[in-house]
């Protein structure tokens, strides 16, 4: 069973920083693109970050600039790195992958940006 659990939200000031991390587990984690979306109470759910098998990375306009996507192949691990938060970044934030044509997603992991 694939399974991808995010870790890492939580409350910080607007202009501070928080590390995300996604662990994955019952996939080949090397072969798979792996991606961070977030939805926000009344919103679409968005894509912020991808980033691909060979490390090519995409981000969202709105967070370009702010965010870092990365990996650890030997980890099994995807982190987005958020730095300089913005009250609009506030969103349940979701690791994603795609295992042929279905979609595969974590809990979500509550980012609240607030003073």
């Known amino acids: 069973q694939v399974q991808l659990v995010e870790s890492g939200g939580g409350l910080v000031q607007p202009g501070g920083s928080l590390r995300l991390s996604c662990a994955a587990s019952?996939?080949?984690?090397?072969?798979?693109?792996m991606g961070w979306y977030r939805q926000a109470p009344g919103k679409q759910r968005e894509l912020v970050a991808n980033?691909?098998?060979?490390?090519?990375?995409n981000y969202a306009d709105s967070v370009k600039g702010r965010f870092t996507i990365s990996r650890d192949n030997a980890k099994n691990t995807v982190f987005l790195q958020m730095n300089s938060l913005k009250p609009e970044d506030t969103a349940v934030y979701y690791c994603?992958?795609?295992?042929?044509?279905?979609?595969?997603w974590g809990q979500g992991t509550q980012v609240t940006v607030s003073s």
């Open positions: 019952g996939i080949i984690f090397r072969f798979m693109a």
């Open positions: 994603n992958t795609r295992v042929g044509v279905r979609d595969y």
């Open positions: 980033i691909t098998t060979t490390g090519s990375t």
